[in-house]
């Protein structure tokens, strides 16, 4: 196992967002996994690397020992993302391949600092030959510059109309009635054209929507920016969990619209169906690497508010069976039960045909793997992905039987919307329209 990165803690805080600044002037490839714009718990990591494949022989059945428990989870590793096709292929699904879509890409981190927002400490982590020039750069920033205003743009092009949308909705729910699937998790794109500045689309994004895995990789020339508020995988002392989400409000207009609409969401029996079936779906997949009987559902159904949205989300956990790799966790739980639908891989296999195109990074995961078996990959949702010609959105939702076209249409273009104002861009006009809002 690689050795760990030297670690010093710094004698004052740092500005994250002033770090990020500084570090992307310098930096073609880099990384920030962002725990949100004033986060009061959590870590936060910057930093940067060389392009490495991800790890897949990294056991996670055993607890590492840590010399000082007070310090980072990540003190060495991996950062990068996986996107869906490559997921779903090794799954048995078939895959829609296009030239330019974005495949798993990953930096073996070289150097980064490491954010505590509970206590405010800094920590600066690198090889111990560059601890005292990394040390000095991460103290030396001064405060962000402002963030610049989102410029105007024309509006996003989408893959379907909200019309052909709610058609593939009823194809799905033919699906369902007969038999093909319990759920199907039916996803579409919006792509804006042209040269976008990254840092200044992810600065906005993340103070519009801060979510607790929110995250800015740039690799190769590729981009992914997101504000994800979905923890997929978590793996620390030997035990995984997931958390999925499944059901979603947007946040109303005032206060009293707002608790209604909580309420409502954390009683909808379609959502509250839906949420199950991929708990079930979960407990399945992690019973594959996880000691018998050790499955739990630590929680069922929470209401989980974000400043956009409100969601549903359940807490699935396991013991890592003895000999468990990063390798079988992925092969076992990815893509994600919250991105495909029910059974798995008969939902993988439909949306293929149904999707019409590739989802790229979206609908994948990223974050990071540690050297000592520490592990935490978020859900690529809520997320604009880069190029150096455009800009790429998705959004979806789960459908059901009970699924209600006009609901759904409303749903894709509530998840969709924060990415796309934080490119300056506006919803295709039917998607925009107040039927849909």
């Not at 405010?120 to 510059?145: F, I, K």
């Not at 499955?295 to 359940?314: G, K």
Request: net charge negative; with cysteine.
């Amino acid at each position: 196992m690689p050795d760990r990165l030297t670690a010093r803690v710094l004698p004052h805080a740092v500005d994250p967002d002033a770090l990020f600044v500084a570090l992307e002037a310098d930096a073609e490839d880099l990384f920030w996994l962002d725990a949100g714009a004033g986060a009061s718990e959590g870590w936060s990591y910057i930093g940067t690397g060389d392009i490495a494949a991800a790890p897949d022989d990294i056991r996670l059945d055993i607890a590492a020992p840590s010399a000082d428990p007070t310090g980072p989870p990540l003190r060495g590793g991996w950062v990068g993302w996986f996107d869906y096709e490559s997921g779903a292929q090794s799954a048995g699904a078939p895959v829609a391949r296009t030239t330019g879509e974005p495949v798993t890409t990953g930096l073996r981190i070289t150097r980064m600092a490491a954010f505590d927002h509970a206590t405010g400490r800094v920590w600066a982590l690198t090889d111990e030959g560059s601890q005292h020039d990394w040390a000095r750069y991460v103290a030396s920033v001064g405060t962000a510059p402002d963030m610049p205003s989102a410029p105007s743009s024309a509006a996003a092009v989408a893959r379907h109309t909200p019309e052909e949308y709610a058609h593939l909705i009823e194809r799905c729910r033919e699906l369902i009635r007969a038999g093909t699937a319990y759920q199907l998790c039916l996803t579409t794109r919006f792509t804006v054209p042209g040269v976008h500045d990254g840092v200044a689309v992810y600065r906005r994004l993340r103070s519009a929507t801060p979510a607790h895995h929110g995250g800015f990789l740039r690799m190769a020339g590729e981009s992914l920016l997101s504000a994800s508020p979905e923890q997929f995988l978590q793996a620390e002392n030997g035990v995984i969990l997931t958390r999925p989400i499944k059901g979603t409000r947007p946040r109303g207009r005032n206060a009293a619209e707002d608790v209604a609409l909580a309420a409502e969401l954390a009683a909808d029996p379609k959502e509250r169906a839906e949420n199950v079936m991929i708990v079930d779906l979960m407990r399945n997949d992690l019973s594959r690497v996880c000691v018998p009987g050790s499955i739990r559902v630590d929680a069922l159904w929470a209401v989980e508010t974000y400043p956009a949205v409100h969601q549903l989300v359940s807490t699935v956990s396991g013991t890592a069976a003895e000999g468990t790799t990063v390798g079988d966790l992925l092969a076992a739980a990815f893509p994600a039960g919250s991105m495909t639908g029910a059974p798995k891989l008969s939902a993988m296999t439909e949306l293929h045909t149904l999707e019409g195109g590739p989802r790229g990074v979206y609908s994948g995961c990223f974050g990071y793997i540690g050297d000592d078996g520490t592990l935490d990959l978020a859900m690529v949702i809520r997320s604009i992905v880069l190029d150096r010609s455009r800009a790429r959105v998705g959004a979806g939702g789960g459908i059901t039987w009970r699924s209600v076209a006009a609901s759904e249409l409303a749903e894709v273009a509530t998840k969709a919307r924060a990415p796309l104002t934080a490119l300056g861009a506006e919803m295709p006009g039917a998607w925009a329209s107040d039927i849909l809002n």
